[in-house]
């Protein structure tokens, strides 16, 4: 396994891409993790309370409010990266159950060595497949499953279709919730496939991030959020208006609106996402 080291930056193979680690300069014990140059994960080694990403803050504010505070989930996180959202968890619900799906055994060992998460026997990772978890995982066992799975800055084909949302509604529990991260630009075709796929299986849903975004007129992260129940939208919206970077909620129908006209994906036919702009994550190398 090829590695190098330049000042306090490692850089290794591993078996999806080049994995990188950079020290946070304005946060001592903190790192972000790229893949083939695309920001995955940062890491505040001494507050895993902090939330670098907007969008895993967006994730995090909807962990938040689906239940009670501090009351213990039982949580799948499909995708691993460096485990930002599986240590917050473990930090604001204590007692919480986590499942970490990650393909990159290679990856996570780099995490284990560089950015060690506590020990806890309620949190462990397993490497193999997300559908595969999902497929070998019993009916309504979570209370929350967490999709936050790319190759590169693109989400799989086989992660995308009805038959995988499928799976996520069977493993959930009747009043449990899907979370993804959408990542997507102008027009939009992939954001607004996969909310009428997923709204397919999981109909009551909304949909976070920020304005341009939502508009089409950037590309950026969408959080959406689906279950069997209405979600918590007032508060949400709240949550992400009075974030470091103001985000909106749509739902109801101007979530019917956003998704109208497209086609709910399926096996046959998914494709990845689209991929972002060349140079998009330029800037924070």
């Known amino acids: 396994m090829g590695r190098k080291r330049a000042g306090d930056r490692l850089v290794e193979q591993v078996d999806t891409g080049q994995a990188e680690l950079l020290p946070d300069p304005d946060r001592p014990g903190s790192w972000t993790l790229l893949l083939d140059g695309a920001p995955q994960s940062h890491v505040d080694l001494t507050d895993p309370t902090h939330l670098e990403f907007e969008y895993v803050r967006r994730l995090a504010a909807a962990i938040d409010l689906i239940a009670p505070p501090g009351t213990p989930l039982r949580v799948l996180h ?21 499942r970490v799906s990650e393909v990159d055994g290679a990856l996570v060992e780099l995490v284990r060595r560089v950015l060690p998460w506590p020990t806890d026997p309620r949190l462990r990772v397993r490497v193999a497949d997300a559908r595969a978890v999902l497929a070998g995982s019993r009916d309504a066992s979570y209370d929350v499953v967490v999709a936050d799975v790319f190759a590169g800055a693109r989400t799989p084909a086989h ?65 959406l959020l689906a279950g069997r129940t209405d979600p918590p939208v007032p508060a949400l919206t709240r949550r992400a208006a009075g974030d470091w970077f103001p985000g909106r909620v749509v739902a109801g129908d101007e979530l019917d609106r ?28």
Not at 78 to 98: E, K, N
């Open 78 to 98: 499909l995708g691993g990266g460096a485990l930002t959202l599986p240590r917050y968890v473990s930090a604001t619900r204590p007692g919480s159950t986590q």
């Open 159 to 223: 992660l995308t279709s009805v038959e995988y949302a499928a799976e996520v509604a069977r493993v959930l529990r009747p009043a449990g919730w899907y979370l993804a991260n959408l990542a997507d630009g102008p027009p939009l075709r992939h954001a607004r496939g996969q909310v009428a796929t997923v709204r397919s299986v999981l109909p009551r849903a909304c949909l976070v991030g920020d304005a341009a975004v939502l508009r089409g007129r950037r590309y950026g992260n969408l959080v």
């Open 258 to 285: 956003f998704s109208g006209g497209a086609t709910v994906v399926r096996d046959a036919d998914a494709t990845g996402s689209d991929p972002p702009p060349p140079g998009l994550f330029s800037v924070r190398r």
